[in-house]
């Protein structure tokens, strides 16, 4: 028994060294040094290869994209030369036009008030600093007006602007390329428009020169580098205006017509804008130029970037590179040879390894855990710690001469420990839990981490590191009891409950989420709050996380989620960081209250308490708008239907003319007051059923005609008609789309939607159940601010300087008396869209008018009204309709006349009462009388309170018909013909 256990130990001696380092082992050996060397060269040269492939890929890269830089800048620079020099030739043509229009109206008057002209200029051109001045000059081509100080025996007849002009009636704005000015004597652009004389025959010109030092110090605004250039040139090449004016001592001449080749190229394709390299003839630099023709004159612009300016410091960065390259390469070749260096002294190193061994040998034996070294094949152990032999209670020798691991375990841990041999084997690593049966029987739990080594003969030994879990095992017990309470209280609670890693990752979600968004737990788990989140509010909760991340807290943080079927939920969150057992941030956690519903009641709550103090100011303004509309329309009354019947009967064109125009401005005054009698208490449309389009169409279009807005129309062709007040509808249509006009002063396009929404789609909780037609008009402007959007509906709320206040208020009052809603949405530098919806008749047939201006008929009519002015208008129009006429200034006079007509066997034709009449009998009371007498006579109301319920269904009341205060002869021989007509 001696004689083996001394056997065993000089065989455990002899491998000791070999097996407590297999490094050591593996660097003792015996390898061929050139061998080595070789393929350390080729790795080394190799990597360096691929270090130049990706240095020279990463500069080509860089350079492209240097380039890609210059030519957007180039054709930033070019369009917004453009835009600034259209922008000045659009005012010049402004102000032409008005001077225009001036001289005109000067002349049809029958002379030029030159006084009055000269301030006219002189306001004009405290508004265009860009021209030298503005000057008028009659058909022989002599200045008239703004040529003090000059020769007044000057021409511009010799102007090249002055014939063309003489020639063409129809020319517009004529721009010269550069001339010497006539009085300047200086280079000058100069535009020119042509004025008629009263017959249309040619009277002259207005001009306004702008010098060549404005277009040049226009150009001088931008920075284009050292090498850069701008040139602006006539499209015949003419040379006009370069920045810098000189460049490498060359200096252009005005007209000048030197180019490029490429430029050339360029210009003959017809294209409007293109950007391209080429050498500049006129100091032969590359640069990379954009081609930009000028959109409202005869000229184009080059911009030029110097290559030498955008790619200088690509260079830099190509030198910087490249040392540094060089540098890392030497360095990876001086680290080869110091590799190789240590490869030749790796004997030297073998004592050191030995040393090594002995100072691992004490490590081992310091270890707390317990350290067990055996041979699998032979059951023995091999090598073991001091710790290992004090918590077994076993000497050196009983261990030796005792089985591993046999005698150490019961028979269910040996099962679970020849599989985790299996998995060291196998894998080379593996851990088990076993509990380690000391020499007193005791039972002590072991977390045991097992690796296999290979000796120099071949031996698989395996080396196991075990550590006492007594302590552990217990506070995991406690743990998982702690856990399991929580776990119980948070899986049944309604609150979110959430966990996040430092990254802001899902770790932990209740079940409550899954009713809250309806997406499944692990459909979140492992994803960010950004993953149903919109952006923007993903991106300002990610600041609060960091806050966070640095030990802060959140309380009652507001925030955004989207649910699995689209729907916005909004939670209110509390959080606050989660630590490990080492006090360091590993995450967050916290809880979430769903707060969706009680966001939208309070929303709701706000829009109705907006509604109705909407309404409270709109009934309350209705009162003053109607006492003043009444008064208004009588007193416009007489006036309006005076001058309508002098232009019907006027033979003279020139009066016919001014007759026109006074009443095109009555025609307007009289739309404010129907602006005013939108918000009259019962002032209810005139309804009738029509298709929407393409009068709203025609309307849009009109209310942008001279703008440089647009509009678009996406309308489906089976939109459904509906009952509407078509011209309040207009005024809503106009309103709207001045106001989206003047929201875009650049420019744009104004889309105009409209689309059918059955009940089922229903999107407003202000609609009924009903069929709707949708009007949407969306602009790209400007938008309206969140503090100024409420009140945009509010009479007389304007942020506009000459603005009333009224258009927005009018459209809503509108629309609401047609039972429909008008909502806005709109976001500070997007756009706005207004949303009109109107109920719509989608089985109803649109309503045909019969009426006719060229009415003629016969008969007697009867008209009462206590207005001498209006009784007189009235008889003047009927009668050029064909009608006799008898007047009388009551209700009372006019059911007298009436009898006595009718006992006389004199039909009456029909009747015009007037509905109000101060101190007596008005209109209501008369044909209450003249009812019980005939029923079938036609009799029409008339009457300057417009939203009074009489005029609005005066069939109710036993009229046939109304006609409101003022009215014009047209809309008189419209009613008579559709009613008069029917009734014989």
């Known amino acids: 028994m001696a004689e083996n256990s001394a056997e065993k130990k000089t065989k455990i001696d002899s491998v000791i060294l070999k097996v407590t380092d297999p490094l050591s082992d593996f660097l003792l050996r015996d390898r061929p040094g050139l061998e080595f060397g070789r393929w350390l060269f080729i790795a080394s040269l190799v990597f360096s290869l691929f270090v130049v492939f990706i240095v020279i890929y990463s500069l080509a890269l860089s350079r492209e994209y240097a380039v890609q830089n210059a030519q957007i800048h180039s054709r930033n620079l070019a369009q917004s030369i453009n835009h600034n020099i259209t922008a000045t030739i659009q005012r010049i043509d402004h102000t032409l036009i008005s001077m225009q229009h001036e001289i005109e109206k000067n002349l049809v008057a029958g002379n030029l008030n030159e006084a009055g002209m000269k301030k006219i200029i002189a306001f004009e051109e405290s508004l265009l600093p860009e021209a030298v001045a503005i000057r008028v000059a009659n058909a022989d081509g002599r200045v008239i007006v703004g040529n003090e100080t000059a020769d007044p025996s000057a021409s511009f007849a010799d102007r090249p602007y002055f014939p063309y002009l003489r020639d063409h009636p129809d020319a517009g704005l004529y721009i010269t390329k550069p001339i010497v000015g006539l009085f300047t004597k200086k280079w000058v652009i100069t535009s020119a428009k042509r004025y008629n004389r009263p017959d249309g025959s040619f009277g002259g010109v207005v001009i306004a020169p702008v010098l060549l030092d404005h277009f040049q110090n226009a150009l001088s605004g931008y920075d284009v580098g050292p090498g850069g250039a701008l040139v602006l040139r006539h499209i015949d090449n003419g040379f006009v205006a370069r920045y810098p004016a000189e460049m490498n001592g060359s200096v252009l001449t005005i007209g000048e017509a030197t180019i490029s080749r490429e430029l050339q190229a360029v210009i003959d394709s017809h294209v409007l804008q293109k950007t391209f390299s080429a050498v500049t003839p006129f100091d032969r630099t590359m640069r990379t130029l954009t081609y930009q023709r000028i959109e409202a004159a005869p000229f184009y612009v080059i911009a030029g970037l110097a290559e030498d300016d955008y790619l200088a410091q690509w260079k830099r960065d190509r030198n910087i590179t490249s040392a540094i390259v060089f540098i890392f390469l030497a360095g990876v070749w001086i680290v080869t040879g110091l590799l190789w260096f240590f490869w030749k002294s790796r004997e030297q190193g073998a004592n050191a390894l030995r040393e090594e061994k002995a100072l691992t040998d004490k490590l081992i034996n310091m270890m707390q855990d317990t350290f067990f070294l055996f041979d699998p094949a032979l059951s023995l152990p091999v090598r073991w710690n001091k710790s290992f032999s004090e918590i077994t209670g076993y000497s050196d020798k009983e261990i030796t001469e005792m089985k591993a691991p046999e005698s150490y375990y019961s028979e269910d841990d040996l099962r679970r420990a020849g599989a985790a041999t299996g998995e060291i084997l196998n894998e080379g690593f593996g851990i088990v839990e076993m509990d380690l049966i000391t020499k007193q029987g005791t039972q002590v739990p072991f977390e045991y981490s097992g690796t296999s080594i290979t000796t120099m003969d071949g031996r698989l030994l395996i080396l196991s590191i075990g550590r006492n879990i007594t302590a552990r095992q217990q506070a995991e017990k406690d743990l998982r009891e702690s856990e399991e309470k929580y776990r119980s209280l948070v899986e049944t609670a309604q609150e979110l409950v959430w966990k996040t890693d430092d990254h802001g990752c899902f770790t932990y979600l209740n079940p409550a989420w899954e009713e809250a968004l309806g997406y499944r737990l692990e459909e979140m788990l492992g994803k960010s709050f950004g993953n149903i989140q919109p952006a923007e509010v993903f991106k300002r909760d990610m600041k609060e996380f960091a806050r966070l991340m640095t030990g802060g807290l959140l309380k009652q943080h507001e925030t955004i989620q989207i649910a699995r079927d689209g729907s916005i939920h909004t939670l209110l969150i509390n959080a606050i960081p989660l630590k490990n ?27 109705f308490e907006h509604q109705r103090n909407q309404m409270q100011k709109l009934e309350s303004l209705g009162v003053l708008a109607g006492g003043i509309a009444h008064d208004f329309n009588n007193l416009m009354a007489g006036i309006f239907s005076y001058i309508d019947l002098a232009n019907v009967l006027s033979q ?53 005609s001279g703008s ?41 396009n104004i889309e105009v939607t409209a689309r059918n929404i059955s009940p089922g789609e229903i999107e407003h909780a202000a609609l009924a159940d009903r069929h709707y037609v949708r009007l949407s008009i969306k602009d790209s402007g400007i938008g309206i601010p969140k503090n100024i959007l409420p009140r945009i509906f509010d009479p007389f709320y304007t942020t506009k300087t000459k603005g009333h206040g009224l258009g927005l208020a009018t459209s809503y009052s509108i629309i609401k008396r047609h039972e429909g809603v008008i909502d806005v949405a709109s976001e500070p530098g997007v756009g706005t869209t207004f949303h009109i ?48 006429v008898v007047t009388r200034s009551s209700g009372s006079e006019a059911v007298e006349l009436f009898v006595q007509e009718r006992n006389n066997n004199r039909p009456v034709a029909s009747l015009i009462l007037d509905l109000t009449v101060p101190g007596g009998m008005g209109g209501l009371e008369a044909v209450g009388e003249i009812r019980k007498l005939d029923s079938d006579v036609p009799v029409f109301v008339v009457s300057g309170y417009a939203d009074d319920p009489v005029m609005e269904n005066p069939a109710e009341y036993g009229f046939t018909a109304s006609i409101s205060k003022p009215f014009m002869r047209i809309e008189l021989s419209e009613m008579l013909e559709k009613y008069l007509k029917k009734s014989k």
């Open 581 to 607: 057992a080492q006090g360091i941030i590993i995450g967050a956690q916290g809880t979430a209250m769903d707060i969706t519903e009680r966001k939208q009641l309070e929303i709701e709550r706000e829009r």
């Open 652 to 704: 003279d064109h020139t009066i016919s003319g001014y007759l026109e125009k006074a009443l095109n401005t009555i025609y307007r005054a009289r739309g404010l007051t129907q602006q005013l009698l939108t918000f009259a208490k019962g002032g209810a449309p005139m309804q009738k059923i029509e298709q929407l389009f393409p009068f709203v169409e025609e309307t849009a279009k009109f209310a942008l």
């Open 708 to 748: 440089s807005v647009s509009s678009s129309f996406n309308v489906p062709d089976n939109l459904w008609p509906c009952s509407i007040d078509r011209s309040q509808i207009e005024q809503v249509i106009d309103n709207i789309i001045i106001n989206a006009q003047q929201a875009m002063p650049d420019g744009g």
């Open 837 to 884: 919806y109107l109920p719509a008749t989608p089985e109803a047939q649109i309503e045909q008018s019969a009426a006719s201006s060229h009415h003629r008929g016969s008969g007697l009519i009867l008209v009462m009204d206590d207005e001498e002015v209006i009784r007189e208008t009235l008889e003047a129009m009927l009668v050029s309709l064909g009608y006799s």
